[in-house]
């Protein structure tokens, strides 16, 4: 007969992303992961812990459309690009997200000191939940600081505050600090998530991938 560890009720599961805000993957992988979380019998006590990476630190400061940049940095046909986004668009449809090619591109740096800003009042995910639904849906530029302010105002931010924060270089230590503890650990593209601080998951995994890893996290929790 075997018996199983019981629940510590005071336990919390922490769950450390790095992602960024134009990553397809990340897109794909934030939902999935939310759906795990929100599945689990024990949703209430996981924390979800943003962290900034930057898929393309050399990606341009001014918006260009996404295919323009993508043909670029790959140096493949349009035709090509294309196809690699339907499928893309294909995935997220599966997971009822929206997903269009014809997007801005740019760099992220700013908008993860935006939302560093947000996780001082626990709202950095809600804010990375709209930003990639604009930014996939085609949605309004969120390349634009008075755009990011407004979506940060959308989320309960105060938007003056927002606007500083984008003005200035607020977070910019926190941002290079989260992307030098990714390279510390060995990430090589996102997502990728830790729970518990040992157990990772790289990529998008499935959303029973994901709830398997937060199941055997839990173990790991309530051994102590």
Known sequence: MTTSTPHRTDARLRIDLWSDV????CYLGAARLRKAIDGSPRADS??????????????????RPNLEYLTAKFGVPAAQVE??????AARA???????????????????????AHAA????????MTVLQRELFSG???????????????????????AAEVLAGTAHTGDVRADIADAQRIGVRGVPFAVL?????????????GYAHAIERAWEIVDEG
Request: charged content about 20%.
């Open 22 to 25: 134009v990553c397809p993957w």
């Open 46 to 63: 996981i924390d979800l812990v943003l962290h900034a990476y930057e898929l393309d630190p050399t990606a341009p400061a001014r918006a």
């Open 83 to 88: 196809e690699m986004e339907a499928g893309m």
């Open 93 to 115: 449809a599966a997971e009822g997200l929206p997903y269009t090619a014809h997007r801005p591109h740019a760099a992220t740096f700013d908008i993860h000191r935006l939302l």
């Open 120 to 127: 001082q009042t626990g709202a950095a995910e809600p804010l």
């Open 139 to 161: 949605g309004r530029d969120v390349f634009d600081h008075a755009v990011l302010a407004d979506l940060a105002a959308e989320v309960g931010l105060d938007r003056g505050a």
């Open 196 to 208: 518990a601080g040992r157990l990772g998951v790289s990529g998008a995994s499935e959303v029973d």
